[in-house]
C-alpha cells in the first residue's frame, strides 16, 4: 500500500560527498515528519536527520554541520547531502517517514535501506 524507496548510496573516499534520495509511493493522503537513520555491523541503530512538513531540522552530533536534510513535498520525497564523509559515517542509510493514509489513519513506513561506504 505505501512504499519508501532510498537510492544514491554508493562507495566514497573520505572527503567527499554523496546525496541520498527516499521516495514515498502508493496510497498517500499526506506525510507527516520523516527522518534518515543508520546502522552499522554491530552497532545500534542511530538517528541522523529530522524534518518536518513545515521545513524544521534536527541532527544528530556527530553529523552537524556536513549533512543537511531537505524534502519536496510535491514529489513525497525527502534528501540527505552528507558532505565531508568520514569511515565512522559507513553504515546501511534507512529513510523512514509518517504517512497518512486516510485523514484519521497514519503508518510509520520504512525503507529497506541503501548502503553507504566511506574508505581509502
Known amino acids: 500500500q505505501v512504499q519508501l524507496v532510498e537510492s544514491g548510496g554508493g562507495l566514497v573516499q573520505p572527503g567527499g560527498s554523496l546525496r541520498l534520495s527516499c521516495a514515498a509511493s502508493g496510497s498517500i493522503f499526506g506525510i507527516g515528519g520523516m527522518g534518515w537513520y543508520r546502522q552499522a555491523p554491530g552497532k545500534q541503530r542511530e538517528l541522523v536527520a529530522t524534518i518536518t512538513r513545515g521545513g524544521s531540522t534536527n541532527y544528530a552530533d556527530s553529523v552537524r554541520g556536513r549533512f543537511a536534510i531537505s524534502r519536496d513535498n510535491a514529489k513525497n520525497t525527502v534528501y540527505l547531502q552528507m558532505n565531508s564523509l568520514k569511515p565512522e559515517d559507513t553504515a546501511v542509510y534507512l529513510c523512514?517517514?509518517?504517512?497518512?493514509?486516510?485523514?484519521?489513519?497514519?503508518?510509520?513506513?520504512w525503507g529497506q535501506g541503501t548502503q553507504v561506504t566511506v574508505s581509502s
Open positions: 523512514n517517514a509518517r504517512v497518512s493514509i486516510t485523514e484519521i489513519a497514519n503508518i510509520d513506513s
